[in-house]
Nanobody, 124 residues
Framework: QVQLVESGGGLVQAGGSLRLSCVAS????????MGWFRQAPGKEREYVAS????????IYADSMKGRFTASRDITKNTVYLQMNNLKPEDTAVYYC?????????????????WGQGTQVTVSS
């Protein structure tokens, strides 16, 4: 079993920054890919980024490139999402998830374990 717990969300003004954390526990993650997704009210869950637990590969949704940075600290079993220059349209619940197949996928259905999410609200 895998447990994922996100934290770090909150209320921030436009142009501000937040760093989200996702602590993983349970089965080992050495060959895993971790993804970040978000879901705004009334919208479908949207891909943000994914990063390989072993390091070396990270991809982003086009709209997040240059503003968001995904990283991981294997000593802490934690993945991070640094979000800079936040915009009101970034307001959403942000989730981390583990890829089923160990691939840098953008598809929600290719992730099997999900955290409970953390709310990010960006005011204008």
């Amino acid at each position: 079993q895998v447990q994922l717990v996100e934290s770090g969300g909150g209320l921030v003004q436009a142009g501000g920054s937040l760093r989200l954390s996702c602590v993983a526990s349970g089965r080992t993650f050495s060959d895993s890919v971790m993804g970040w997704f978000r879901q705004a009210p009334g919208k479908e869950r949207e891909y943000v980024a994914s990063t390989r637990w072993s390091g070396g590969s990270t991809i982003y949704a086009d709209s997040m490139k240059g503003r968001f940075t995904a990283s991981r600290d294997i000593t802490k079993n934690t993945v991070y999402l640094q979000m800079n220059n936040l915009k009101p349209e970034d307001t959403a619940v942000y989730y981390c998830a583990r890829s089923k197949y160990g691939s840098l996928s953008r598809r929600t259905y290719e992730y099997d374990y999900w955290g409970q999410g953390t709310q990010v609200t960006v005011s204008s």
